[in-house]
């Protein structure tokens, strides 16, 4: 049977695509390496734990000896790395364990894939390296890089590290760059979870600046099913965007929220902006639907739907997670940033 690692396997994407992946298919192996930080949470794992072709492993991906251990002892020949610090305010607090886990460790998982020869290395991006958009235009592979927060710089010099390993070894590498997701199991510091689970709680939903910054939104179940095409038939050494052409306004979805949960618009607060606050994402996604045949297979108003219904009926498991260290990563993200 071939092996895949798969790392970041607990956190919000890549759990989602384990799960779907081990729902449909039963001829590859799974190794999940994940470090299990704030982030990762084996709870989302619940449905494949115990499947006879899925091991977990917690683990660094910067840890040299880990990683060539699990090379050799699984025989991998396949590569997802979800792995990532993916918290641009958590980037802007302290950017050191961004450079360490999104830059050194995709190099230790590129060295050790070049050694043992894997047939596929697929990195997991963003749109974020491409920097920030006015009010017209979208982003394509073309879209020279320039990130502007300390999380997409990383994410930046990763993906030149990967295309690197292409034109200098000749790696089997592929790129996805997608932009905003949401759905079930994202870890609620990203604004849709944030707000649905402020709004439950009747506390105040922190917009920042003018609330008019635009982010392109795609469910996770789509990103993961473009994912699983270009692993299978994206063209080695390409980049591909993934991204619905849903484009809203931050204040709008926040409004959005508030409605599907039957609660006013009082609950709204507007905070001190991001620094370096990027004004506008917007993905053209037409590579990746002529060459592979992706589109979006859900409507924003079903998903955004199913997601807040999502976080209805998993009290406990966000419940569990905003009890911890959450807390005090909210109060030091949000105490300073109350205007007045
Ligand atoms: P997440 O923060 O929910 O999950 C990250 C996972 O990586 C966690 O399980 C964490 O424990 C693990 N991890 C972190 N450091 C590690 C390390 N050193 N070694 C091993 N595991 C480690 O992130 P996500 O939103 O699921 O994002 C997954 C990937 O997709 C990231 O590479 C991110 O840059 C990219 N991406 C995210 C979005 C988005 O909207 N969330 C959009 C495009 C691309
Ligand atoms: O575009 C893809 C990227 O999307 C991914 O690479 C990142 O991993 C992911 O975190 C996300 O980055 P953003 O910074 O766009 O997502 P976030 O959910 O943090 O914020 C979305 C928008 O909402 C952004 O304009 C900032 C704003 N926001 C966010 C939070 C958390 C608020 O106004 N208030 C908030 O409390």
Not at 123 to 146: H, I, R
Not at 196 to 217: E, Q
Not at 247 to 253: A, G, K, L, Q, Y
């Amino acid at each position: 049977m071939k092996s895949i690692l798969v790392t970041g396997g607990a956190g919000f994407i890549g759990s989602n695509y384990i799960n779907y992946f081990l729902n449909k298919r039963d001829d590859y192996f799974i190794v999940n390496l994940d470090k299990l930080t704030y982030a990762g949470n084996l709870e989302n794992l619940k449905p494949v734990e115990n499947k006879k072709n899925y091991v977990f492993v917690k683990g660094d991906i910067c840890n040299r000896e880990l990683v060539e251990y699990i090379f050799e002892r699984y025989n991998i020949k396949y590569v997802i790395n979800f792995a990532a610090e993916s918290h641009v305010d958590r980037s802007i607090l302290g950017s050191a364990i961004f450079y360490q886990t999104n830059v050194i460790g995709t190099n230790v998982l590129l060295e050790t894939a070049r050694r043992y020869e894997v047939e596929r290395f697929l990195q997991v991006s963003t749109d974020e390296v491409y920097g920030s958009l006015g009010a017209t235009g979208l982003f394509t592979e073309q879209t020279p890089l320039s990130p502007n927060s300390p999380y997409s710089s990383s994410k930046a010099g990763a993906d030149m590290m990967v295309q690197a390993f292409y034109h200098t070894y000749g790696m089997p590498v592929v790129t996805t760059r997608c932009s905003n997701n949401y759905g079930p199991l994202q870890f609620p510091e990203k604004l849709i979870p944030l707000m649905i689970i402020n709004a439950l709680n009747n506390k105040k939903l922190p917009v920042y600046g003018d609330g008019m910054n635009v982010r392109d939104w795609i469910y996770v179940i789509d990103h993961n099913i473009g994912i699983d095409l270009v692993f299978n038939d994206g063209k080695i050494g390409e980049v591909y965007n993934l991204g619905a052409s849903n484009e809203m306004p931050n204040i709008e979805i926040v409004k959005l929220i508030l409605s599907h949960l039957g609660k006013g618009e009082e609950l709204i607060e507007y905070v001190k902006d991001r620094p370096g606050h990027d004004r506008r994402y917007a993905i053209d996604s037409s590579k990746i639907q002529k060459e592979l045949g992706w589109k979006p297979q859900y409507t924003f108003d079903d998903a955004i739907a199913n997601t807040v219904e999502w976080y209805l009926s998993n009290k406990e498991w966000w419940g569990r997670i905003i009890s911890g260290e959450y807390q005090k990563y909210y109060s030091d993200q949000y105490s300073t940033r109350i205007k007045g």
